[in-house]
Structure formats: C-alpha cells, structure tokens
C-alpha cells in the first residue's frame, strides 16, 4: 500500500461499477463477457484452444450511450483497472 503506478499519480480514485448498474445492453455486455471477461478470468483454457483470441473491443455511439459505464463495469468485474481519457 502506498506504492501508486506514476501512469495512476494524479488520477481519480476508482469509481466501482457493477454489471447490475448498466441497465440493458444485452447483446454488448455479452460480446464483451465473451472478448474480454473470459480471456481474463481462465487464460489457462484460451492457451490450449487452436483459435485466436481477439485483443481488444471498440466502443462507439452516442455521448451518453453508456459506453464508459459498460467498460468501467467491465473492468470492476474482472479486476482490470480502467482509466477514462476525456
């Protein structure tokens, strides 16, 4: 404790968002689930499968669609830190 990463000196504290405060958003939170939250939490089965895995996901839509909410659920959910650049 009171090591902090110098990308992190200044920043905010994190904000802990759940997947039970993004409301809808079904069919993103499953493509994200699958791309990302999986890859992360059993890396063990995505190195033995012969498929790639994808690296990354982007986020596009409207200001005030939801998708800073999504990825900071995202990141709480998978113990993933997530920095928001405005």
Same mark, same amino acid.
């Given at each position: ?13 994190? /904000? ?6 993004? =409301?809808?958003?079904? +069919?993103? @939170?499953?493509? $994200?689930?699958? !791309? ?16 790639? /895995? ?6 596009? =839509?409207?200001?005030? +669609?939801? @998708?800073?909410? $999504?990825?900071? !659920? ?13």
């Amino acid at each position: 404790e009171g090591l902090v990463p110098t990308a992190l000196r200044g920043t905010q504290p994190p /904000v802990i968002t759940e997947w039970e405060d993004v =409301g809808g958003m079904l +069919a993103a @939170k499953a493509a $994200l689930i699958e !791309a990302v939250e999986m890859p992360t939490l059993h890396p063990d089965i995505f190195a033995s499968a012969p498929l790639r /895995v994808r690296s990354g996901a982007l986020l596009y =839509g409207h200001p005030g +669609a939801g @998708k800073t909410l $999504l990825v900071s !659920a995202l990141g709480g959910r998978c113990g993933l830190s997530f920095i928001s650049v405005k």
